[in-house]
């Protein structure tokens, strides 16, 4: 056999077998798409991915953020299975990572949509709805919940009304759901999960803390705030403490400010 015929062979052979293409069925070119996203994790990635390697569609040039880059991937995954509530969802998430709220409540609206009773897309809906000031879409998300039979459903309204008064500065009230929510979690309800979702209750403690503070019972505000520093342990989380407590020299109102403005507030 002549090199030519050889080299001819080799390339037909890669053309039907190469991971370039996209053979196979619909639910392989959208997981194909959702590797992408996966495949984002530094800017060195962003350059690669420009490039059109892993065998993923080219990054447009524009796009120079971590955030936007997995969002262009599962935009493209749901352009081949725009019925798939997970691509909804992990958007969704992406935009929340990245602090892109609005944009997240559409993804998980079209979630919610596609699957209505899911509890984890009505806690993220209500949870970015309050992040954003949106208190009465907050409200309208918390009594669809109220109407939906779940596990540990008193502790996770508690816990969530109680979020949505102190943002509202109703901080009695809300001391009153936060109470009762712990009470929950701390007897019958020991799981730190909201229901079967993948959101904790772990920053109760840091809000219980805040709220004591206010009332100027600063001895237990600092107990419950060491409870809170014990329970998060996201890395993000316990390099914004380390920076936060440089930057206020540990005096406690300030602390407990940077900390609600640069983890606790956005966060579920």
């Known amino acids: 056999m002549s090199l030519r015929k050889l080299a ?12 370039c293409f996209d053979f196979g069925d619909k639910e392989k070119k959208f997981k194909k798409r959702v590797l992408c996203a996966h495949r984002v994790n530094n800017d060195n990635s962003l350059y690669i991915l420009k490039n059109g390697a892993f065998c993923c569609p080219k990054l447009p040039e524009e796009i120079n953020d971590l955030t936007s880059a997995r969002a262009f991937y599962y935009k493209k995954a749901l352009e081949i299975g725009p019925e798939r ?5 992990s958007l969704g998430q992406t935009y929340w990572d990245g602090w892109k709220f609005k944009e997240a409540i559409e993804a998980y609206k ?8 899911t509890i984890s897309f009505i806690i993220a809906l209500n949870s970015l709805c309050r992040i954003t000031k949106d208190f009465k879409g907050s409200e309208e998300y918390l009594s669809l919940l109220q109407k939906i039979d779940f596990p540990d459903k008193e502790k996770t309204v508690c816990y969530l009304k109680g979020k949505l008064l102190y943002e509202k500065k109703e901080y009695d ?13 701390e007897s019958k309800s020991p799981s730190h ?6 959101y904790t ?7 219980l803390a805040q709220l004591y503070l206010k009332k100027n019972e600063l001895q237990k505000a600092h107990e419950h705030f060491l409870v809170f520093i014990q329970k998060e342990q996201h890395p993000d989380f316990v390099d914004i403490y380390k920076k936060s407590l440089q930057e206020t020299a540990g005096e406690q109102i300030l602390l407990y400010d940077d900390i609600e403005d640069k983890w606790a507030r956005t966060h579920q």
């Open 193 to 198: 999960f909201l229901s079967n979702s993948p």
């Open 173 to 185: 009230e809300s001391l009153k759901f936060l109470e009762k929510a712990k009470e929950l979690l």
């Open 201 to 207: 209750i772990n920053d109760i403690y840091f809000y």
């Open 110 to 117: 079209m979630a919610q949509k596609l699957s209505p009773n």
């Open 8 to 19: 001819a062979i080799l390339s037909l052979l890669f053309l039907f077998t190469g991971c």
């Open 85 to 89: 509530v997970d691509g909804w969802a």
